[in-house]
């Protein structure tokens, strides 16, 4: 008997699907009873390929039986990594510190961008898509959601415990003992881009004209041209930090 899962596939499998299918969820036709890995193989995708399959957010075999009306997503191949418990303090501070956020977390987000760690955050974020992330790229999940902490296979994470974006700043630097790493301003705050040093005849007109007389350095964000300079941001940011390191 026929019924439907929703199906979505990440990075490379997408290769394998139909255009019309790809990088979004769909749903697929599938004979009930037969198992997770037959519905895969049915949407053109060799099992070989997959790596990680989540049912409605569970981590499954090839073998899982489908009964319709799942969530089924499907990665290619991580890196593979030892599973260690939950990293909620760490003995040293981490040397290259990347994070992926849920999506209560932007402004936590733009914050740390400004100190200038890698942030990955989209108000779209699906749990599944972040617990991928966190695997493929060894990115600690930042969250106000235990439930996606507590998932078998998540490696690093932490539960943000303030609900303030300023406070949540200075939590985050302090337990991952991150003042050591912190690059202000070389990141971009929307795109997550580093920045290029542009000259200051480049940034004429570009930025309020004061702000264009008083300084010498500006920085410009590849993806979308914002222009950065060490305005209020900085001095707001820089205290914050200090903050943090109390
Ligand atoms: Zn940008």
């Not at 899962?5 to 697929?28: C, G, M, T, V, W």
């Not at 702000?211 to 900085?234: D, I, K």
Request: aromatic residues 8%; hydrophobic residues 40%; contains cysteine.
């Amino acid at each position: 008997m026929q019924t439907c899962a929703e199906f979505r596939f990440y990075e490379e499998l997408n290769d394998f699907l139909e255009p019309a299918r790809r990088k979004r969820a769909f749903s697929l036709g599938i004979d009930r009873g037969r198992s997770v890995k037959d519905a895969i193989e049915a949407a053109g995708v060799p099992h070989t390929e997959v790596d990680l399959i989540l049912v409605n957010g569970e981590s499954v075999g090839f073998g899982h039986v489908l009964r319709g009306g799942e969530r089924v997503a499907v990665y290619p191949e991580f890196e593979r990594l030892d599973i260690s418990p939950l990293t909620h303090l760490r003995p040293a501070p981490l040397r290259n510190p990347r994070f992926v956020l849920d999506t209560h977390l932007g402004k936590l987000a733009r914050h740390l961008r400004l100190a200038g760690f890698d942030c990955l955050w989209q108000n779209d974020f699906g749990d599944e898509e972040i617990v991928a992330l966190s695997l493929a790229q060894k990115r600690i999940i930042l969250t106000r959601d235990k439930g996606i902490l507590k998932r078998g296979i998540v490696e690093r994470g932490h539960f943000v415990r303030q609900t303030q974006a300023d406070a949540q700043l200075r939590e985050v630097m302090r337990v991952f003992q991150l003042e050591s790493a912190s690059r202000p301003f070389t990141r971009c705050r929307v795109c997550n881009e580093t920045l290029n040093e542009i000259s200051k005849s480049a940034a004429a007109g570009r930025v309020p004209e004061r702000v264009w007389a008083a300084l010498e350095n500006f920085n410009e964000c590849p993806q979308c041209g914002r222009v950065y300079w060490r305005g209020t941001h900085y001095e707001r940011l820089r205290r914050v930090l200090q903050a943090a390191g109390e």
